[in-house]
T-cell receptor, first 113, second 115 residues
Framework: AQSVTQLGSHVSVSEGALVLLRCNYSSSVPPYLFWYVQYPNQGLQLLLKYTSAATLVKGINGFEAEFKKSETSFHLTKPSAHMSDAAEYFCAVSETGGFKTIFGAGTRLFVKA | EAGVTQFPSHSVIEKGQTVTLRCDPISGHDNLYWYRRVMGKEIKFLLHFVKESKQDESGMPNNRFLAERTGGTYSTLKVQPAELEDSGVYFC?????????????FGPGTRLTVT
């Protein structure tokens, strides 16, 4: 069965510092992986997705994630945090041939001035 | 292009009452999904429509939940009778194509509180 684990329900960084949000997944078949972001009072918005092309995926707002099969990880990074990055981030997985998306519990990112 | 819309944004009801949530997907999207997030836990899949047909309802918690999608456009999710554990945020999503690699477009959610 598929599952997603996000390490840390809350992460706090200073403005300008590196953002690293961790995600590990389990899947019995090659997965598709996603990062979504939810800003207050808004729906989830896709940041980026991995669909078996390049292992380093670039997304919107300067975020990127690297698929590491050997570590079953898909960590999200951004070199320099901005106040506007404060939001909740969700890692998600779906499997080839399926359509369900399985989500992690979410990580809330706080950015300090 | 209008996004996925959900109504109401918030609903507070008493245990035993009935509530109906509505979702309007992006125009032209045949695929519509319902998800639920309970008490800050992970977002969980409830069901998937292709047009008006239920493709997969394996995530529906029990028979107190009824989802419909008349005419393949908007969808409703009815909870009858509501229980305390039904509280949470209900998200609707839509996509033009079905498949694991396709992005789903999410609405802002309906926050349901059962007291």
């Amino acid at each position: 069965a598929q599952s997603v684990t996000q390490l840390g329900s809350h992460v706090s960084v200073s403005e300008g510092a590196l953002v690293l949000l961790r995600c590990n997944y389990s899947s019995s078949v090659p997965p598709y992986l996603f990062w979504y972001v939810q800003y207050p009072n808004q729906g989830l918005q896709l940041l980026l997705k991995y669909t078996s092309a390049a292992t380093l995926v670039k997304g919107i707002n300067g975020f990127e994630a690297e698929f590491k099969k050997s570590e079953t990880s898909f960590h999200l990074t951004k070199p320099s945090a901005h106040m506007s990055d404060a939001a909740e981030y969700f890692c998600a997985v779906s499997e080839t041939g399926g359509f369900k998306t399985i989500f992690g519990a979410g990580t809330r990112l706080f950015v300090k001035a | 292009e209008a996004g996925v819309t959900q109504f109401p944004s918030h609903s507070v009801i008493e245990k035993g009452q009935t509530v109906t949530l509505r979702c309007d997907p992006i125009s032209g999207h045949d695929n519509l999904y319902w998800y639920r997030r309970v008490m800050g836990k992970e977002i969980k899949f409830l069901l998937h429509f292709v047009k008006e047909s239920k493709q997969d309802e394996s995530g529906m918690p029990n028979n107190r939940f009824l989802a419909e999608r008349t005419g393949g456009t908007y969808s409703t999710l009815k909870v009858q009778p509501a229980e305390l554990e039904d509280s949470g945020v209900y998200f609707c999503a839509s996509s033009p194509l079905a498949g694991a690699s396709y992005e789903q477009y999410f609405g802002p959610g309906t926050r349901l509180t059962v007291t």
